[in-house]
């Protein structure tokens, strides 16, 4: 792939992408929506790839929305347009692989696109959040009805409402469960790949059906999503055992969080 926007990397079934755009906060264009296209169908068809984890480059930002000065492609016709998520979201591309993010500095607007797509999140001390969208007369929709669905309505609604005039710090992100982990900045990347790993070195059908398991469940009722994880349970478990010697496994390698 011929990118401009991201920095890509795979090691030890790992893909890294960072966000690099700095002179503009990481702001997403044109540009850096096609890359994400052809990047999900990079990851989703390589199986050399078990785990992404998503960054941003320079120190102000992991990301502020859309590049206002560049805007992005839109259709004349309004019936046309199509939501940027569909080139920024993982899921939305059908990417089972989980998806680690980073988060340090400002993380805006759009940059929600991959936050509320992520299956771990994590942050550093100095990471604020927030949506301006309303501040600019614009409607908030497409990221705030996302965040719905990871943290409490309330909190949501005070984002979306309050737009710039009021930022969601690193430690009440942690609170409100928009995070999993705070640490320090210099300990952020390496956290973030110390995660990945961990997760890649299972079994990567059955991580992939686990995500796709549970991210498939938000759109249903219990009932039908408890028969269709039945189903991936099975199709991720052919032979109907785990594909780990469970006696093999060594004995108390575990952290407490």
């Known amino acids: ?67 206002v000065k560049e805007g992005i492609d839109r259709h004349p016709n309004v019936w046309s347009q199509t939501d940027p998520g569909e080139f920024l979201s993982p899921k939305l591309n059908q990417v089972w692989k989980p998806l ?42 497409l990221e705030p009805i996302g965040l719905a669905r990871r943290i409490p309505l309330g909190e949501t609604l005070r984002i979306a409402l309050l737009g710039l005039d009021e930022r969601v710090s690193a430690a009440r992100a942690l609170q409100i469960g928009l995070v999993s982990e705070v640490l320090p900045g210099e300990q952020l990347w390496g956290r973030a790949d110390e995660i990945a790993r961990i997760i890649a070195a299972k079994p990567p059908a059955a991580i992939q059906g686990t995500v796709r398991a549970i991210w498939e469940s938000l759109d249903s009722t219990r009932t039908q999503a408890l028969r269709t994880g039945l189903s991936y349970t099975q199709i991720g478990n052919p032979v109907g055992k785990a594909e780990v010697d469970r006696a093999a496994m060594p004995r108390g390698r575990w952290t407490l969080r």
């Open 1 to 67: 792939m011929d990118l401009k926007t991201v920095l890509f990397e795979v090691t030890d079934h790992v893909a890294t992408l960072t966000l690099n755009r700095p002179q503009a906060m990481n702001s997403f264009n044109q540009r850096m929506l096609e890359e994400f296209s052809a990047i999900w169908d990079r990851v989703k068809t390589d199986d050399d790839v078990r785990v992404v984890v998503l960054r941003g480059s320079g120190e102000r930002a992991f990301s502020t929305d859309m590049d």
């Open 100 to 141: 680690v993010c980073a988060v340090h500095g400002m993380a805006a607007g759009g940059a929600f696109y991959w936050l509320n797509e992520a299956d771990i999140l994590i942050c550093s001390d100095d990471a604020t959040f927030f949506d301006p969208h309303v501040s600019y007369g614009l409607t908030a929709a």
